[in-house]
């Protein structure tokens, strides 16, 4: 018997109805409660306690693509069907597959995200959990199934790699998302019907785009108040509160894929038509930061981006090392230390919320560290106007991928940011690419 006919035999014609629906989430919710190892011994099996959309599409097809708001059960689904064929469980497979691939944003990620989360590979199988082998990067389930982790920083690691199921989470992110992604396809040659799925928070960017168009993928989408049995009291009451109606809370909540703002100053296509893998040699590079005004837990980020210019006065993002609710010693221990990892010529900082308090931060961590101040007389909107043209100009190229910066600036409008937050990121942005071509566009800072 085929994977799709248990599928359809099995989970399809079983699917809980709405009382057993709820039956099945109160066991779960109180079996949470319970040691990991007995978890397996009373929990129902996971295609009658999950919801139809955490199960594999009835359709066929080589690609499936999981798109959900934050905490809305991607990672459970994930860690559930890639147990289920590795161990050769029904309904999802009628044999183990021995062979896996999981694939994330980092290494990190991929061991504390999918396979030591609360969610991930380790914490839903029970008596006899896998074993991480941290040296070879791979986990070994009881019956011999290894699924091998990789990153998405270094495309190349998966050539060489021949699978029969893989596992690629928060694509969205990805550094590398169109070499990683090839290279994880072309390596699914394994078995009678070898497949992929990718769960991601969506993103408007063109890996997404592009996997969505192709016929072989089947697509599911949830939206995080469907989990609300498996989430922190109050969660969504505050989240409803705060991003209610917002583009945010569309995107990062009910898991709905955005264009670009049609009043937006930045045009993520613009962007990515001018991504680089590396950079020339610079003749000048800023750290350029932002400090909030608090380092509360509700505080504004601190934005910390770096940039460089060469030869040609080109422009280049290095780094996006943002950090949000920190004390002020820790945002300057950050940008400080990016600027020796780069050898950067200087930081740049906005000191109208901090005034000279930001520089005496920075000096307490390194005394000599080569420092300018430079204060906001203009509106966010105008300041950023000079940059985004550079950008039309094609004279500022992004150095891989800066998925939190890049969103911030897709989603800048004249009334700021839609969800409200202050845009810390792309602050910092602005001051790095204006320090740089300050020399043409903005006498105040020609000196810098």
Known sequence: MTDDELLSEAAWSNVPQERERQYAAAVHQ????????????????????????????????????????????????????????????????????????????????????????????????GNERPVFEVTRRRLVFANGATAQIFSSEDPDSIRGYQFDAAWGDELGKWVKPEESFDNLMLALRLGERPRALFTTTPRNVPILKRLMADPQTAVTRMRTAENVENLAPGFLEAMARRYDGTRFGRQELDGELLDDRKDG???????????????PPLKRIVVAVDPPATSTK???????VAAGKDGEGAIYVLADESRRAVRPEKWARCAVALLERLEADRIVAEVNQGGDMVEAVLRTVAPNVPYR????????????????????????????????????????????????????????????????????TNPRVRNL
């Open 373 to 440: 101040a430079v204060r906001a007389t203009r509106g966010k909107w105008t300041r950023a106007e000079p940059v985004a043209a550079l950008y039309e100009q094609g004279r500022v190229r992004h150095v891989g991928v800066f998925p939190e910066l890049e969103d911030e600036m897709a989603d800048f409008g004249p009334d700021g940011l839609s969800d409200g937050r202050s845009p810390d990121r792309l602050d910092a942005l602005v001051w790095a690419v204006t320090a740089l071509s300050g020399d043409e």
């Open 265 to 279: 100053l930045f045009e993520r296509a613009l962007v990515e038509r001018s991504r680089v893998t590396n950079a």
């Open 30 to 125: 109180e079996a949470r409660k319970l040691p990991l190892g007995v978890i397996r011994r009373v929990m129902p099996e996971w295609w009658r306690v999950a919801r139809s959309e955490q199960l594999p599409p009835r359709e066929a097809w080589r690609q499936w693509l999981l798109i959900g708001g934050r905490g809305s059960g991607k990672t459970r689904a994930g860690a559930e069907w890639i147990t289920g064929l590795a161990l050769g469980l029904s309904p999802f497979a009628s044999l183990p597959h021995r062979r896996i691939a999981l694939v994330a944003e980092t290494l990190a990620d991929a061991r504390e995200v999918m396979i030591e989360g609360e969610s991930g590979l380790k914490a839903i199988v």
């Open 298 to 304: 509700r505080s504004d980020a601190c934005g910390i």
